[in-house]
């Protein structure tokens, strides 16, 4: 079973494969649910990193329907990551009736080429889940993260148990959204998925001496991830492996 961490800075991504992950999810602006980060932060983690990384495409905060132009410019996106040799790329599309665009999708994915790609949670957006699974395996995505169409993973646990069983061997749904080390022994339980992507953050309290351009509290509160919560959750995944065998 696989751990994935999305990460929003590189000291995190450090932090990240030093813990042991398995892999981990490039983002920047933890505020805006992850966009693509810089071409800059994206080449530094291919240099440094040596476990594998998807890169967040997502050039906007908001919904997941998209301009032409803004197709543009995550296509020019990935095509840097396949230059560089990125392992794989994240990204979803949506119709503004919630169904899966899957034009634009299989324009991306032609371009991503020998990149994996996850379909990410804009999968929650959708209007049917069950018929956005069967269109993002058509299209040809590896995996679909998701929450089961609620906040956070272990409140939709039902509907992913079910995605899960019905993907089959088709396409691998990985549960994500407030999984941690206190819950998921019980969601894998439940949902038996080969994969699970989990933030392990914890927030950091700095006192500013920079001017600050969008309030005056200077106290800022950052967000990293915690070497321990990674641990812990691959030990619970190591444990239930070896009483499995």
């Not at 700095?206 to 691959?234: D, G, P």
Request: charged share 20%; with cysteine.
């Amino acid at each position: 079973m696989i751990l994935e961490i999305p990460v929003f800075d590189i000291h995190s991504a450090i932090i990240t494969q030093n813990a042991g992950a398995h892999r981990l999810e490039l983002c920047s602006s933890i505020s805006e649910g992850g966009i693509t980060p810089s071409h800059g932060t994206i080449l530094w983690a291919k240099q440094h990193l040596t476990i594998p990384f998807f890169v967040m495409i997502r050039p906007r905060g908001g919904g997941f329907v998209y301009s032409d132009e803004e197709i543009q410019i995550m296509k020019n996106d990935i095509e840097f990551c396949r230059e560089v040799g990125v392992d794989g790329v994240v990204f979803g599309i949506l119709k503004d009736d919630g169904t899966v665009d899957k034009e634009k999708c299989r324009l991306l994915l032609q371009v991503s080429k020998n990149m994996q790609a996850t379909f990410h949670r804009a999968f929650d957006r959708s209007s049917n889940p069950f018929m956005a699974l069967e269109d993002i395996i058509q299209c040809g995505f590896k995996r679909i993260l998701t929450s089961g169409l609620k906040e956070t993973a272990p409140q939709g646990a039902d509907l992913i148990a079910e995605l899960v069983k019905t993907a089959g061997n088709r396409i691998i749904v990985m549960p994500g959204s407030g999984v941690d080390e206190n819950n998921l022994l019980n969601l894998h339980n439940k949902c038996n998925a080969q994969e699970y992507h989990s933030s392990a953050k914890i927030s950091i309290n700095r006192q500013s001496h920079a001017v600050n351009m969008s309030s005056t509290n200077q106290n800022s509160i950052e967000w990293s991830v915690s070497a321990e919560k990674i641990k812990k959750m691959l030990e619970i995944l190591t444990n239930f492996n070896q009483k499995k065998q």
